[in-house]
């Protein structure tokens, strides 16, 4: 059960930094359509993401609470983080994700943090660990950052927060992983959740962490044309896929889902496995693996339409 920030237990655990230097609140954001206060419950974000109220800013803000040591390490290897990897984490506190990241996994990473304080003691804790050269920590605003170098994005905030930065997240390169402490994003359901034993755990009466992960999906509906007038015709949303496969005359429906830039499609009859790529003439979709009576795509390369019909 995650934490309700407005209990008085919650606050006993979070440790307050408020005002700004610059006297301006830290991140305020709530739902619009007239709401103004309210108990930031779960069951609550639940009902007024059905209702399809727009994030924007209006209150609760994010308070420092720390991701316990085991809880960090956990989030760090459902997002199967590597030397090969940048570890973002956004709203960084103390930084104790991007040093462990940095000092366990032999990543790199960047903290953004809006409390000037916490950025100092990040940068102690950065250099006492000895990996002040691979884990920065600035103080900036999680919403004016540029997320597009990182290949994990890791977030310990509230729904709110996490549906606001969602448009953002779902433009990133496909692959990109994200993961969440506790918070979901709304109807774009994780690819990977699980529950980690969290006795460190500051907030919440039951000391358990949800941890999710998502693999950004390449951007694959529309229509996509191979050779022998074979058509793809593919609806999206978020990770999910619904289309249609064949010679326009003769269409079978389709289901398939994307992990990053690999979509795994499956109609009645037969498979196919298919890597997105961005070339310089535009969007294709390789068909690396097929079976069944899909076997006969197997090595074709389609193309994104320019207009709804495949033309050539
Ligand atoms: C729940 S704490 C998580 C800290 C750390 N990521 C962890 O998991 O241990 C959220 C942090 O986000 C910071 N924060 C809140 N709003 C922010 C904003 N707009 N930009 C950057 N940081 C922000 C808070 O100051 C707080 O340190």
Not at 159 to 169: C, G, I, Q, T
Not at 218 to 245: D, I, S, T
Request: charged share 20%; proline share 7%.
């Amino acid at each position: 059960m995650p934490f309700l920030f407005t209990t008085p237990e919650a606050s006993k655990g979070a440790e307050r930094h408020r005002p700004r230097r610059d006297g301006r609140p830290l991140a305020r954001l709530g739902v619009g359509r007239g709401l103004s206060t309210f108990a930031c419950t779960a069951a609550f974000w639940a009902s007024a993401c059905a209702q399809g109220l727009a994030p924007m800013p209006v209150m609760e803000e994010v308070p420092f609470i720390t991701t316990p040591d085991n809880v960090t390490v956990s989030m760090l290897e459902l997002a199967g983080v590597s030397a090969k990897d940048f570890v973002l984490d956004l709203g960084s506190g103390d930084g104790r994700i991007v040093i462990t990241a940095a000092r366990r996994f032999g990543a790199s990473g960047l903290g953004v943090e809006i409390v000037p304080e916490l950025v100092e003691r990040s940068r102690r804790n950065a250099q006492t660990a000895g990996v002040a050269n691979r884990a920065e920590f600035r103080e900036q605003d999680l919403f004016k950052t540029d997320l597009t170098a990182a290949s994990v994005i890791t977030m310990y905030l509230l729904p709110a927060v996490n549906l606001a930065l969602r448009p953002a997240l779902l433009a990133l390169k496909p692959g990109t992983r994200l993961v969440s402490h506790d918070w979901d994003m709304g109807e774009w359901t994780p690819d990977r959740t699980v529950t980690v034993q969290a006795p460190g755990k500051t907030v919440g009466r039951e000391k358990i962490s949800s941890l999710h992960l998502w693999v950004v999906p390449a951007p694959v509906g529309g229509l996509w044309c191979g050779g022998a007038g074979l058509q793809w015709q593919l609806r999206q949303q978020f990770q999910m896929v619904q289309g249609q496969a064949g010679p326009a005359a003769d269409l079978q429906a389709l289901q398939g889902r994307l992990q990053g830039a690999t979509l795994h499609l499956w109609a009645p009859g037969g498979q196919a496995q298919t890597e997105w790529q961005m070339g310089p003439q535009g969007p294709t979709l390789r068909v690396v693996g097929a079976s069944g009576a899909w076997a006969p795509w197997q090595g074709q390369t389609l193309r994104k339409a320019n207009g709804d019909r495949c033309t050539g």
